[in-house]
C-alpha cells in the first residue's frame, strides 16, 4: 500500500471520473428517497401545501383508517413515520456514501464527493423526482378510488341484507309491542 504524499494525489480525470460517479450516485439518493416519499403517500403521511395533499391528509388512505385512533395518535403515528423514514434514509445514504469513499477515493474523504451527490440528488429531486411523485400521486389516487369502488361493490348485497334484516326485527318489535299493549 502507497503511503504518504502520492496516495493523496489523483490525476484530474480520475477525479473528474469520480465526481460523475458521485453525481450519478446523488440521482441514486434521489430515486431512493423516492420510495420513501411514494411510501408516505400510500400511508398518507404527506407534508405539501396543495389543496390535493389537504384532501388527503383529512382522507389518508391507511393510517387514519385505523380503528379507534384518536387524532392525537394519528398525527404521532405520521411524525414517528416520518422520523423512521428519514433515519433509515440517511442510514442507507451514509453506508452507502462510506462504501463509495472506500472504494473510488481509497478511504480519504474528498469535497468533491459530497458536492456531486448533492448535485445529483437536486437534479433528479428538481427534476425526474418532482414527476414520478406526480405520477405517483395520481396512480395511488387512482388506485385507492378503484378499490374504494370494488369494495362498494362487493359489500352492497351484505348491506342491503342486514338493512332489511333490521327493518324486519324493528318492524316485529314494533308489532311485539302494540300487541303487548
Known amino acids: 500500500m502507497i503511503s504518504g504524499p502520492s496516495m493523496l494525489m489523483m ?10 460517479r458521485a453525481v450519478f450516485m446523488g440521482i441514486f439518493f434521489g430515486a431512493i428517497y423516492d420510495i420513501f416519499r411514494i411510501t408516505r403517500i400510500i400511508i398518507g403521511v404527506q407534508y405539501r401545501n396543495s389543496p390535493k395533499s389537504k384532501k388527503i391528509a383529512k382522507d389518508p388512505p391507511l393510517l387514519e383508517r385505523l380503528p379507534k ?16 423514514g428519514d433515519v433509515l434514509f440517511s442510514l442507507v445514504c451514509a453506508v452507502v456514501l462510506s ?4 472504494r473510488y477515493c481509497s478511504g480519504i474523504i474528498r469535497f468533491y464527493v459530497f458536492l456531486g451527490s448533492v448535485l445529483g440528488f ?3 429531486y428538481n427534476s425526474i423526482g418532482r414527476f414520478v411523485i406526480f405520477v405517483s400521486d395520481k396512480i395511488v389516487f387512482f388506485i385507492t378510488f ?5 369494495l362498494c361493490v362487493i359489500l352492497f348485497p ?3 341484507i342486514s338493512d332489511r334484516v333490521r327493518l324486519a326485527i324493528k318492524e316485529k318489535r314494533k308489532k311485539i309491542e302494540n300487541e303487548s299493549e
Open 11 to 20: 490525476p484530474l480525470s480520475e477525479q473528474t471520473a469520480v465526481f460523475l
Open 69 to 84: 385512533m384518536s387524532e392525537k395518535a394519528v398525527r404521532i403515528a405520521r411524525n414517528i413515520t416520518v422520523v423512521l
Open 99 to 102: 462504501v463509495f469513499i472506500y
Open 122 to 124: 437536486a437534479a433528479y
Open 146 to 150: 378503484i378499490l374504494k369502488r370494488l
Open 158 to 160: 351484505f348491506v342491503f
